[in-house]
């Protein structure tokens, strides 16, 4: 009974923690997709401030 309940804890656990890098994939990707918006909205205004400054 010992050696199975062993057996099983790491593919529990490992299961465990694939849902928890899957979670974490996730959420890495809507930050890294938010930043690219950010800095592309960032860099535009900063042209657009720019181009009124030229003018």
């Known amino acids: 009974m010992c050696d199975s309940f062993q057996f099983h804890l790491p593919s529990l656990f490992s299961l465990f923690l694939e849902e928890i890098y ?12 938010f930043t690219v918006y950010l800095s592309f909205f960032t860099s ?12």
């Open 22 to 33: 899957e979670q974490v994939e996730l959420e890495v990707s809507h930050v890294m997709l």
């Open 44 to 55: 535009y205004g900063f042209w657009a401030r720019g181009q009124q400054v030229l003018e």
